[in-house]
T-cell receptor, first 115, second 114 residues
Framework: NAGVTQTPKFRVLKTGQSMTLLCAQD?????MYWYRQDPGMGLRLIHY???????AKGEVPDGYNVSRLKKQNFLLGLESAAPSQTSVYFC??????????????FGPGTRLTVL | AQSVSQHNHHVILSEAASLELGCNYS??????LFWYVQYPGQHLQLLLK??????LVKGIKGFEAEFIKSKFSFNLRKPSVQWSDTAEYFC????????????FGGGTRVLVKP
């Protein structure tokens, strides 16, 4: 089991460029998430998906789009990159548990720099 | 809305010292609580979790945490740290009312000096 994988690991963009980050999981999880991690702010949820073909906005969705065409993949797109989007991006997945318990499994992260 | 605050941003201590990291959450309903650890250059890993039952939870690598509902707290403890515990620690909360989404605290960087 590879768990949760992310590509690419590193990327440098110029302001205004676009790119797509790919997240893949092989645990047959229903839920997938995209977070950004910034110093002193923990992880903040960008978008998430509770199943194939469905997506929803998280805490900081502006400037990002997502798609979940296949259950195992969750793509994060930056339409027009800005320096404020310089961050480390983490993908996570989980399975709906009993009650509200919901352990998430994280990928290794993508470090993005926007110049 | 649920939120999490971690009191210390940075902690420096020597090997064999005891560690306690504070975590408080704000949400009045039923919650699930987590501590994640991020070692340098690595992704987040789950240390321990609480969702019901015994409020004293034991996790991996000798860590434990105590859920005190009256104080809205879930503090992380380890009696004797090692150099390999150098990492960033994140407290997180989820609740059914918030759609089971995780809300993270800002993290605490722990440096253990050999």
């Amino acid at each position: 089991n590879a768990g949760v994988t992310q590509t690419p690991k590193f990327r440098v963009l110029k302001t205004g460029q676009s790119m797509t980050l790919l997240c893949a999981q092989d645990m047959n999880h229903e839920y997938m998430y995209w977070y950004r991690q910034d110093p002193g702010m923990g992880l903040r949820l960008i978008h998430y998906s509770v199943g194939e073909g469905t997506t929803a906005k998280g805490e900081v969705p502006d400037g990002y789009n997502v798609s979940r065409l296949k259950k195992q993949n969750f793509l994060l797109g930056l339409e027009s990159a800005a320096p404020s989007q310089t961050s480390v991006y983490f993908c996570a997945s989980s399975s709906p548990g009993q009650g509200s318990y919901n352990e998430q499994f994280f990928g290794p992260g993508t470090r993005l720099t926007v110049l | 809305a649920q939120s999490v605050s971690q009191h210390n941003h940075h902690v420096i201590l020597s090997e064999a010292a005891s560690l306690e990291l504070g975590c408080n959450y704000s949400y009045g309903g039923t919650v699930n609580l987590f501590w994640y650890v991020q070692y340098p250059g690595q992704h987040l890993q789950l240390l321990l979790k609480y969702f019901s039952g015994d409020p004293l939870v034991k996790g991996i690598k000798g860590f434990e945490a105590e859920f005190i509902k009256s104080k809205f707290s879930f503090n992380l403890r380890k009696p004797s740290v090692q150099w390999s515990d150098t990492a960033e620690y994140f407290c997180a909360v989820s609740s059914k009312a918030a759609g089971n989404k995780l809300t993270f605290g800002g993290g605490t960087r722990v440096l253990v000096k050999p």
